[in-house]
């Protein structure tokens, strides 16, 4: 990659992170590639083992939010671009425990912004903070329209709250003190090494276990789902084709209701595990709905789609597919991350 060498990736132990890191050592031999992640629930080091003894790989067990050890990283493999995905990721963890979003979302930003910007004060020429965003922080849209790179920030979990107010950080280090920055901000992911929190991989192994599947509300709420492979290769994109101070929007150009996407996966469900049409259907359970539930969200992917020549390379149906397969063949994965807290925090979430 052009005029880039010691490239940090944060978060890198966990879903969306060790898709970019894998392809980043792969396509990147001559890079130094740098994974730095405090190992919490979501992060894996397993998610990796299939690049871990790569010569341009090296694995940082660091905390984000612990400013000292950051700045001394900076110093010590002197990073010339953060790729930085490093975050507490799922709403309704947000929603019991909005302090721990507020500590890594916007400090831990803080403090990588702080150690970059002293590191490279000197000189920002080819360097890079390229910060990973969500749609979330937009708000929610009514039955029409979609968000753009313009659309007025609105978010309403403490989860998008604190991704918000670390893209304004971001924006601000940028127009402050020149440091050289670009945001993308993608809807939402699916694929294989997702924690089992998120609706799909939890829907997935709740078909494997027979266990209901705890649809929120009335399941009219709608997202636009995106594979995960694909929105790596959209970071790999604009890590060398993007316009600094610039924000891409990230979609799948694939809005489904959550009702309509259960009952889909409940059908591939039921193909591949032999199962007759209509079984797993059986284990939708209508439960509370999450407060503050943004209605709909879908990404107007039109700007990385043109300057970029980005757009997604599975349909949905087709990354559906890979996506149960990979579960279902890595079920040692699945029971290693299901055992121990989550039990915990599943009870506390569902019964
Ligand atoms: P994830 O929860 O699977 O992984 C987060 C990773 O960050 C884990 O490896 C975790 O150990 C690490 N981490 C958390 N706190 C840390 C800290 N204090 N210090 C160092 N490491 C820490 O999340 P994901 O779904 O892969 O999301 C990655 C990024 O992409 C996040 O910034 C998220 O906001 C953004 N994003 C996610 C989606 C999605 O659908 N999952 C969509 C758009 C944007
Ligand atoms: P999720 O995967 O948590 O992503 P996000 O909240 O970031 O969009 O949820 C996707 C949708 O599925 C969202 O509308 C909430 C809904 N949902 C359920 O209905 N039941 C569940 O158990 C979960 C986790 C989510």
């Excluded at 302090?99 to 403090?111: Q, V």
């Excluded at 890979?322 to 807290?341: H, P, Q, R």
Aim: proline share 3%; charged share 25%; with cysteine.
């Amino acid at each position: 990659m052009k005029n880039k060498k010691n490239i940090l990736v944060t978060g890198g132990a966990g879903f969306i992170g060790s898709h970019v890191v894998r392809l980043l050592v792969k396509k990147y031999s001559s890079c130094q590639i740098y994974n730095l992640d405090s190992l919490t629930y979501a992060g894996n080091l397993e998610n990796l083992s299939d690049i871990e003894s790569k010569n341009n790989y090296k694995f940082l067990k660091l905390d984000i939010t612990e400013a000292e050890a950051i700045s001394e990283a900076f110093e010590t493999y002197k990073f010339d671009t953060v790729v930085h995905l490093a975050a507490e990721s799922h709403v309704d963890r947000s929603i019991t425990d909005p302090l721990a979003f507020a500590r890594t979302n916007i400090m831990g930003t803080l403090n990588l912004l702080q150690a970059a910007a002293k590191l490279w004060k000197a000189d920002f020429k080819d360097k890079l903070f390229y910060h990973i965003s969500t749609d979330e922080v937009y708000g929610t849209l009514g039955e029409t329209g979609l968000f753009t790179e313009t659309t007025a920030y609105d978010p309403n979990s403490p989860y998008s709250a604190s991704k918000a107010s670390s893209d304004h950080f971001v924006r601000a280090y940028g127009e402050t003190y020149g440091l050289p920055f670009i945001i993308s901000n993608c809807s939402n992911n699916y694929g294989p090494n997702q924690f089992p929190e998120k609706l799909i991989p939890l829907f997935i192994n709740n078909i494997i276990l027979e266990k209901p599947l705890p649809v929120y509300g009335d399941g009219n709420y709608t997202r636009d789902w995106l594979y995960v492979i694909d929105h790596a290769i959209a970071i790999d994109l604009i890590l060398s084709e993007g316009k600094l101070k610039q924000t891409y929007n990230i979609g799948g150009f694939n809005e489904w209701k959550n009702i309509d996407l259960v009952k889909l996966l409940c059908k591939q469900m039921d193909f591949k595990l032999g199962k007759p049409t209509g079984t797993s259907e059986q284990l939708i359970t209508y439960v509370k709905d999450r407060p503050g539930h943004d209605l709909r969200y879908a990404i107007d992917a039109s700007k990385i789609n043109s300057e970029l020549d980005w757009s997604p390379s599975v349909t949905f149906e087709e990354g559906l597919s890979k996506t149960i397969d990979w579960y279902l063949n890595n079920e040692a994965w699945m029971e290693k991350v299901t055992s121990g807290d989550y039990l915990k925090y599943y009870k506390e979430q569902y019964q």
